[in-house]
């Protein structure tokens, strides 16, 4: 089942064309990677399908309806969550008021947010940092987060904007088999990622997008062979990840 | 721009009494006082001690939890005062029902008011939200009527003792006045406190820290800040009919000028904007040093108290950015730990 599709989907800031006739379909259950030099358009394309602004062409479908243009409160409703590239923490809050913030996303009782928040952090492996206020945490720990309040929306699909980046390798290796459990679990994920080793291993399928064009899309074995991905991308960075 | 500071931890089976003590004994004491203190003069600087408790803790519903900085509330307070004396003069009407008429007509003005300032950003509402109040200030002190209704401009409004009692909202003593400003005060941080820990107080507070990330988590952000809004003009209102009660002479310079919403915030942001202690805290810190300036300096140097927050809020903003209540809190934490080793804290 087709679960998100983007249809040539362009954004222009001025005369930046920072994502330019993307197509896409994303498959219930799948993790699609989407990776690309840095500025080549990634983040861009994931506040399109999040709402955070409407792309300047286009179609976006998700789940059989169209929602570009829709404001993010209205997709995350839909099922739709997302983390930042930039963390956004509540940062004078604990880390269960965070988690629980987007447990309410679900349910309107307190004592009810509070206790699948708890089960989100005991899914991340986070559970003991539950009264730590957001602030005080390390970056690792802020990406994990970011994903903990996503999924205690209860989404459908999830989009990752680099949450591996500043993790420790063992910290990465433990993410992945998070990732994989709760795509098990019924999630469907969409993950821009720079560490080239976790979007190998993760993603069912990868597509490479360069000065806002996809340049290749295909399996992870696939795309790592491909010239023109080599070229614009890999070719730099792929010995130093 | 940080909201609350609360750090709490989840439901737990801690001791409820033990926790609830302190509380109930400041309540017990607080409804106590009027037997011992019984200064009209004093009991008059209690009450407006607790007006002003009153008036900030429902500001913080939205200048604290809302992560905003209105600074009008004084036309909340004006609408108040104003549509239950206008209707009580002109029409005989039970000053409580016009308070509930005020708040209502404020909930509708507040609402208005918040559906285009709240996009803005900072200074930028704040200033919105002062010329508002003015502009309504300057337009009753410049009409003799509105409609069918005689406001009699700058002179104002004197509202003639005549019928006394619980009805009439008016007494000849001062210990009903304190009573019914005390118990309006606790239902006001009643309503905090449950806003608090609700979806609601959750969900305000994420959208004034980060709006972008709250959004994305599926919170409406502008629409909670128009409820917040709504609930909080509502609940101004009504101290603004009290007070002209307590008064029984209301011009707009005396409801609905600037120096209100100024104190307003000048209590809630130096005791603790976002907290429930802090609008409490503020007053009580506050109220005695804007009595004191006015008696003893009230012809030489008027506006001396304003001066002095303004010094106050200085120093705090720079050594306890969250306000008074912070260090307290955390004090009063570690006593109750000490005396009873529960595991209050956070
Ligand atoms: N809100 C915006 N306004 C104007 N230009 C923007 C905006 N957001 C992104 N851009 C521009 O669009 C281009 C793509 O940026 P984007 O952040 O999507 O890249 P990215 O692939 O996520 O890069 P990185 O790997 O560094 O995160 C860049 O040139 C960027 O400067
Ligand atoms: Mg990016």
């Known amino acids: ?241 | 721009m940080n909201a609350s500071t609360v750090t709490r931890q989840p439901a737990s089976g801690r001791p409820v009494l033990l926790r609830w003590a302190p509380l109930l004994l400041l309540l017990a004491f607080a409804f106590a006082l009027p037997l011992v203190v019984r200064s009209a003069t004093y009991l008059h600087i209690l009450i407006l001690l607790l007006l002003y408790a009153y008036l900030t803790t429902s500001w913080n519903l939205v200048g604290g939890f809302a992560g905003v900085l209105p600074l009008g509330h004084a036309a909340f307070v004006g609408i108040g005062a104003y549509t239950s004396t206008v209707l009580s003069l002109q029409y005989g009407l039970s000053p409580w029902i016009g308070m509930i008429l005020g708040g209502m007509i404020s909930t509708i003005v507040g609402v208005l008011i918040g559906l285009p300032t709240f996009k803005m950003r900072g200074a930028y509402f704040a200033l919105a939200t002062i010329a508002f109040a003015e502009g309504l200030r300057v337009m009753v002190e410049n009409l003799d009527r509105l409609g069918p209704f005689r406001l009699n401009g700058p002179r104002g409004l004197q509202i003639p003792p005549l019928e006394v009692g619980f009805g009439r909202l008016m007494f000849a003593e001062k210990e009903p006045y304190y009573y019914i400003i005390l118990t309006m005060l606790v239902l006001a941080v009643g309503i905090t406190w449950a806003v608090s820990r609700s979806k609601l107080g959750y969900c305000l507070a994420a959208g004034g820290e980060e709006p972008e990330a709250a959004q994305s988590l599926g919170i409406n952000v502008a629409r909670l800040k128009l409820i917040a809004m709504a609930i909080s003009s509502f609940l101004t209102s009504l101290a603004g009919t009290f007070w002209a009660q307590f008064t029984l002479y209301i011009h707009p310079k005396s409801v609905m000028s600037l120096d209100i919403s100024f104190e307003i915030a000048f209590i809630a942001l130096i005791g603790g904007r976002g907290s429930i202690a802090g609008p409490l805290l503020g007053a009580l810190l506050l109220r005695p040093v804007s009595d004191f300036s006015r008696i003893h300096f009230g012809d030489t140097l008027p506006g001396l108290h304003l001066v002095i927050f303004g010094v106050v809020l200085i120093l705090v903003m720079l050594y306890q950015p969250r306000g008074l209540q912070e260090p307290l809190t955390r004090l009063y934490r570690r006593g109750m730990q000490r005396l009873f080793g529960t595991g209050e804290g956070g």
């Not at chain 1, 730590?132 to 390390?138: F, S």
């Not at chain 1, 969409?190 to 340049?215: C, N, T």
């Open chain 1, 1 to 241: 089942m087709r679960l998100l599709e983007l249809h040539r989907v362009s954004k222009h800031f001025g005369g930046i064309r920072a994502v330019e006739d993307f197509s896409l379909e994303v498959q219930a259950g799948e993790i699609v990677g989407l990776i690309g030099p840095n500025g080549a358009g990634k983040s861009t394309l994931f506040n399109c399908v999040a709402g955070v602004f409407p792309p300047t062409s286009g179609e976006i479908v998700f789940q059989g309806k169209r929602i570009e243009g829709r404001k993010p409160w209205e997709l995350c409703r839909l099922g739709i969550a997302r983390t930042f590239q930039i963390v956004k923490p509540f940062a004078s809050r604990t880390v269960l008021y965070n988690v629980t913030v987007g447990a309410f996303a679900t349910t309107s009782r307190l004592a009810e947010a509070e206790r699948r928040a708890l089960a989100v952090l005991r899914t991340l492996h986070m559970e003991e940092k539950a009264h730590v206020r957001a602030a005080n945490l390390t970056i690792a720990d802020r990406k994990r987060l970011e994903i903990a309040r996503a999924l205690a929306t209860r989404p459908r699909l999830l989009l990752l904007d680099e949450v591996m980046a500043g993790l420790r390798p063992t910290e990465v290796d433990e993410m992945v088999e998070v990732i994989r459990r709760l795509r098990d679990s019924g999630i469907t994920f969409f993950v821009i990622e720079h560490i080239m080793r976790a979007v190998m291993a993760l993603s069912d399928r990868i597509a490479v997008l360069h000065f806002g064009h996809k340049i290749a899309e295909g399996l992870p074995a696939e795309v790592a062979r491909d010239d023109r991905v080599i070229k614009a991308y890999l070719g730099e960075d792929y010995g130093a990840a």
